[in-house]
């Protein structure tokens, strides 16, 4: 059983700053691409930012610039460090994880719960 366990979501005001955290946890051998998605009212998902397991990272463009993502692999762990935050930022964020468990030869894919993102004006 793997789980995804996101956490530091919250309301914040315009121009503020916020961090979220994403860890994974159970019977995991080792992780790779690991990623945040978000999704709006109303929207499709879409990717926010992605880190492979040696640290190659890739942002949306609407984030490039003041989203930051990284990862611990001792403590399986991705973080998103947001600053600047817009009104357009508010969404529930998701953590993505590509990984091997300890009872399978193949990878899969996870996703967290979500944690909520508000950002007032």
């Known amino acids: 059983q793997v789980r995804l366990v996101e956490s530091g979501g919250g309301l914040v005001q315009a121009g503020g700053s916020l961090r979220l955290s994403c860890a994974a946890s159970?019977?995991?051998?080792?992780?790779?691409?690991m990623a945040w998605y978000r999704q709006a009212p109303g929207k499709q998902r879409e990717l926010v930012a992605s880190?492979?397991?040696?640290?190659?990272?890739k942002y949306a463009d609407s984030v490039k610039g003041r989203f930051t993502i990284s990862r611990d692999n001792a403590k399986n762990t991705v973080y998103l460090q947001m600053n600047s935050l817009k009104p357009e930022d508010t969404a529930d964020y998701y953590c993505?994880?590509?990984?091997?468990?300890?009872?399978?030869?193949?990878?899969?894919?996870?996703w967290g719960q979500g944690t909520q993102v508000t950002v007032s004006s």
């Open positions: 880190i492979t397991s040696v640290g190659s990272t």
């Open positions: 159970g019977s995991i051998s080792s992780i790779n691409n």
């Open positions: 993505y994880a590509v990984l091997y468990t300890t009872y399978r030869s193949d990878s899969s894919q996870y």
